[in-house]
Each structure stands twice: as structure tokens, then as C-alpha cells.
């Protein structure tokens, strides 16, 4: 059983277009990390979210907490190919656990 | 600060043999963390550590598997008889203080067993 269900798992669309990744659980975070994944890199951080409700913007990317604690999303403005990469959701218990990713392919 | 390094990068072994990946935290961080991830996944919980203390251990670490990090700073994973089902990147991370503080990663050890 999957303790953060991250959707979508596959995208891939043109240039200038927006997405929101979803990521979902039962469980309350005491806060929750998304992250950038390259091939063969390692997760590079991106943003942490603490507080309920919370909104943090990076540029074009936007990342919401839910009131609750138990869900995330991220959303990309006007995508642009240097976007193309895996994101990753991960929820902070006594250790992260981490959704499957959303692969994500932004075309020219 | 030069964030989490780990070493080897790659590894190529042979099944059967042993092979050990050695993590340096981020200077000061008490947390250390370690992972494997396989293609198309997300990362996968191995093991923590608060200073040299080993915390949790995930039903994935096997007998095969052990880790130490015996000063409180740099730790090990070392595989032992190695499988073609090891193979996966092998991903080291730390934090600071309190769990939900941010864990850095490192740039992850990829390991094919041939």
C-alpha cells in the first residue's frame, strides 16, 4: 500500500501550458518536501511545506499545503522545457516517505 | 558547505560480491538517512540514523544488508552477496533536528549487479 499517492504519474504536454501535480494521503505530515529528480541525480529540494493551508511560490511553480496536513499539490505556470524532469512528493513522518513521482515532459 | 556526498557514483560488481557505499552528511546534521530507488519509482525507505544511534530499519533491509555510521558523521551501507535484484541507485540524505526538518539528498551510488 502506497502512503502518499502522487498523481499524475506520466505527463507530458507543450510549452506555455499549465499542470498541477496532486499528491494524496490519509496520514498527517508535520510537513511535506517536493523535490526535482534528474536521471541518474539525486532528488533536489525544491520547496517544504509546514503549515496547513500554506502557499509557497518558486517563480513559476506554485505549492499548496492542504488544511489538514494530508495533501499536496504543485502547479506550473506557462511550462517550459527545462521543466522536464521527475517531481517527487514526499511527506515527513519520523522519515520522508515518497510518492512515485510524476514524470513530467514539457515539449517544445 | 558541499552538501551530501556519496562514493562510489557507480558500481558495477559482479552477483555474489560485496559492495559498500560511504555517505557524508552535511556538516552538523544529526539525521542520516538511506534509500534505493529503482526506475520509475520513487525513493524507497532503507534505513536512519540519529547521530551513531540506527533508529529504523525497513522489512527491504535484509540480513544481507548492513549500515553504520560509527561517529555520528559519515555512515556506510555495505551489500553483501550481491544479487541482480540490488541493482538500483542507492541514495544517501540528512537533516537536521527534528524529523519534518528538510532532508537533503545526495547525488545517489548506482549499483548494477551483473
Known amino acids: 500500500t502506497q502512503l502518499l499517492e502522487q498523481s499524475p ?43 496547513g493551508g500554506e502557499v509557497k511560490k518558486l517563480k513559476r ?31 515527513a513522518l519520523e522519515k520522508l516517505v515518497f510518492g512515485k513521482g510524476t514524470k513530467l515532459t514539457v515539449n517544445p | 558547505d558541499t552538501g551530501v556526498s556519496q562514493d562510489p557514483r557507480h558500481k558495477i560488481t559482479k552477483r555474489g560480491q560485496n559492495v559498500t557505499f560511504r555517505c557524508d552528511p552535511i556538516s552538523e546534521h544529526n539525521r542520516l538517512y538511506w534509500y534505493r530507488q529503482t526506475l520509475g519509482q520513487g525513493p524507497e525507505f532503507l534505513t536512519y540514523f540519529q547521530n551513531e544511534a540506527q533508529l529504523e530499519k525497513s522489512r527491504l533491509l535484509s540480513n544481507r544488508f548492513s549500515a553504520e555510521r560509527p561517529k555520528g558523521s559519515f555512515s556506510t551501507l555495505e551489500i553483501q552477496r550481491t544479487e541482480q535484484g540490488d541493482s538500483a541507485m542507492y541514495l544517501c540524505a540528512s537533516s537536521f533536528g527534528t524529523p519534518g526538518n528538510t532532508i537533503y539528498f545526495g547525488e545517489g551510488s548506482w549499483l548494477t549487479v551483473v
Do not use: M
Not at chain 1, 518536501?33 to 529540494?45: D, H, I, S, T
Open chain 1, 61 to 91: 511553480l506554485t505549492f499548496q499545503f492542504g488544511d489538514a496536513r494530508k495533501d499536496s499539490s504543485l502547479h506550473i505556470t506557462a511550462a517550459q522545457p527545462g521543466d522536464t524532469g521527475l517531481y517527487l512528493c514526499a511527506g
Open chain 1, 9 to 51: 504519474q506520466f505527463l507530458s504536454i507543450q510549452e506555455g501550458e499549465n499542470l498541477t501535480v496532486y499528491c494524496n494521503s490519509s496520514s498527517v505530515f508535520s510537513s511535506l518536501q517536493w523535490y526535482r529528480q534528474e536521471p541518474g541525480e539525486g532528488p533536489v529540494l525544491l520547496v517544504t511545506v509546514v503549515t
